[in-house]
């Protein structure tokens, strides 16, 4: 049964770290590159961060230079690092499959963080960022 499992999450002081991880199951992690996504109370999922199968990886400027995505194919994981986290970081996080490599999307014009990109999902992980 194809899964994405997310995980990490919790409560952190502004400024703090958290590392989420992604756990696969049911497919070839190897065949796919995979993304992470945030939805805040009131507001639309979106992007924040895309891994593609050679490892090229896609970050929202919100996050761009905050935070890392990496991937461990032999662990069947992918993780989030997050550092320097606001108030405005708060939100569930997501991990999820994408349709086709972020680099073709990205090629093509689209934008290789819509949820449209993406079909399998987990079940988010709770991020509050406060003091």
């Known amino acids: 049964q194809l899964q994405l499992v997310e995980s990490g999450g919790g409560l952190v002081q502004p400024g703090g770290s958290l590392r989420l991880s992604c756990a696969t199951s049911?497919?070839?992690?190897?065949?796919?590159?995979i993304g992470w996504f945030r939805q805040a109370p009131g507001k639309e999922r979106e992007g924040v961060s895309c891994?593609?199968?050679?490892?090229?990886?896609y970050y929202a400027d919100t996050v761009k230079g905050r935070f890392t995505i990496s991937r461990d194919n032999a662990k069947n994981t992918v993780y989030l690092q997050m550092h320097s986290l606001k108030p405005d970081d708060t939100a569930v996080y997501y991990c999820a499959r994408a349709r086709s490599d972020p680099r073709e999307a990205y090629a093509s014009g689209r934008d290789n963080l819509h949820t449209d990109e993406y079909d399998y999902w987990g079940q988010g992980t709770q991020v509050t960022v406060s003091s």
């Open positions: 049911g497919f070839h992690l190897d065949w796919y590159a």
């Open positions: 891994i593609s199968v050679d490892d090229t990886t």
